[in-house]
């Protein structure tokens, strides 16, 4: 009788990349030293109809509109709010 050979394969790895930080790009139109003043403006946009937030959990508070996917995106955004006399600059948010 003749034997047959064993094969062993060594064990896989799987390689796996930590995932992608996901960013996204914003239009900062403020910031400021204190979160209660920065909470106020936010609202008084939101009231306007802007998709406004605060950012940050220390000073200072920046105060955002709008999550977009590109910088192109946002920067149409942020012609649209210029022609509104609201100013600002893109802002790019990671991981939120």
Known sequence: TSATPTTTSAPTTSRTSAPAAVVTYSV???AFPQKANADRYAARLRERGFDARVDGTSEP??????RYGTREAATERLQELRRQNLDGFI?????Q
């Open 91 to 95: 802002a790019e948010v990671s991981g």
């Open 61 to 66: 508070f920046r105060v955002r509109i709008g």
């Open 28 to 30: 900062q139109v403020a």
